[in-house]
């Protein structure tokens, strides 16, 4: 249980990724705050952790609100300990080009994937730090590599998770605080429901070499190793979990 004693929170815990993540730092030990803006989906997973024999808490949080993050913090502090793992997961993913998008859209993209990570960060860091260290766990995804057709918002906003995380990286290190990025690909989760079989299928024989689909349980892995010591080493890296994707220009 390489998690063990440890504290987490995790940001869009209710579902896709974020559930996954919960669950796998669960098992490996950890105390888990399952924070998400629908307190119903965070409430699921947290019973569904405690019913496995885990400790677990759920917290509805709108992480672009500067409020909502501090009383998560606070009460992840409260109820189960300092933090040691945060893992932002939290994020929409709003197609069109910046000609088709209103600002309201724009700005809530940047404010749910990228101020959140901020936001969060800026609250949970010096609870860590009076810790002993810790480990900051943000998802960006490949598109914040390169971008791409009609995700203008998504792509800028995913950029600045991976440049924020490598910021952490290098601004807190002697404090023991570890932070990378993880970029998966396409992933089977309810951010991408709408996207219809058909084309799904159609991209991922086009772009991705490996065959099948990424689960959310795939990136919670990747998680999973990354929070815990046997990557004390290992910060202000971008890990693409993909199938491929980024191996080449064109699959």
Not at 68 to 76: F, G, L, W
Not at 185 to 212: C, H, I
Request: charged share 20%; glycine share 10%.
């Amino acid at each position: 249980m390489k998690l063990r004693d440890k504290v987490a929170i995790v940001t869009g815990g209710g579902s896709g990724i974020g559930a996954a993540s919960c669950y796998a730092f669960a098992r490996e030990g950890a105390s888990v705050a399952v924070a998400n803006r629908t307190l119903a989906k965070a409430e699921a997973v947290a019973r569904e952790i405690e019913s496995e024999g885990g400790r677990a808490i759920a917290i509805g949080a709108d992480v672009a609100l500067s409020a909502d993050v501090r009383t998560m913090v606070d009460r992840t502090a409260s109820e189960l300990g300092p933090p040691n793992i945060v893992f932002n997961n939290a994020g929409i993913s709003p197609a069109g080009r910046i000609t088709d998008i209103s600002e309201a859209e724009w700005d809530a993209c940047l404010d749910i994937d990228l101020k959140s990570v901020f936001l969060t960060a800026k609250a949970a860091l010096p609870l860590m730090i009076e810790a002993g260290g810790g480990v900051i766990l943000n998802t960006a995804g490949t598109f914040g590599i390169r971008a791409a057709r009609n995700k203008a918002a998504y792509s800028v906003a995913k950029a600045g998770v991976i440049n924020l995380s490598r910021s952490i990286a290098l601004d807190y290190a002697r404090d023991n605080i570890r932070c990378n990025a993880i970029c998966p690909g396409y992933v089977d989760t309810p951010l991408n429901e709408g996207f219809p079989p058909s084309e799904r299928d159609a991209f991922l024989e086009q772009y991705q070499p490996l065959p099948g689909m990424i689960g959310a349980e795939d990136v919670a892995e990747m998680a999973a190793y990354l929070a815990s010591d046997a990557a004390r080493m290992i910060t202000g890296q971008v890990f693409v979990l993909d199938g491929g994707q980024q191996a080449g220009l064109y699959a």
